[in-house]
Nanobody
């Protein structure tokens, strides 16, 4: 699976962005999908995930209520809708695919990764 992340950019605090992660070659229906981010000077951290089993969603506490993960009907793209963005959300965001529905908050279990897209929240 090849993943292509897009949608990053510069946004003011309180603004919104929608990140996309498109899969080439196959649908994502056999994979759970996750979004992670790497903030400046920090390790990659979990942001959100959607399970291939039942579509359950999971969020980091820092983004709960502001970010929403979803997939399209064809299950070839996963989205991360980010609202009420804060400067501390500034990071490179990565999407990943995991061929299981467990341990979705741990990056080491993911099988495939996109290249990352930069989100900068600043006035």
């Amino acid at each position: 699976v090849q993943l292509q992340a897009s949608g990053g950019g510069l946004v003011q605090p309180g603004g919104s962005l929608r990140l996309s992660c498109a899969a080439s070659g196959r649908t994502l229906s056999n994979y759970s999908m996750g979004w992670f981010r790497r903030r400046p000077g920090q390790e990659r951290e979990f942001v959100a995930a959607i399970s291939r089993r039942g579509g359950s969603t999971y969020y980091a506490d820092s983004v709960k209520g502001r970010f929403t993960i979803s997939t399209d009907n064809a299950e070839s793209t996963v989205y991360l809708q980010m609202n009420n963005l804060k400067p501390e959300d500034t990071a490179v965001y990565y999407c990943g695919a995991r061929s299981s529905h467990v341990n979705l908050q741990y990056s080491r279990y993911y099988n495939y990764w996109g290249q990352g897209t930069l989100v900068t929240v600043s006035s």
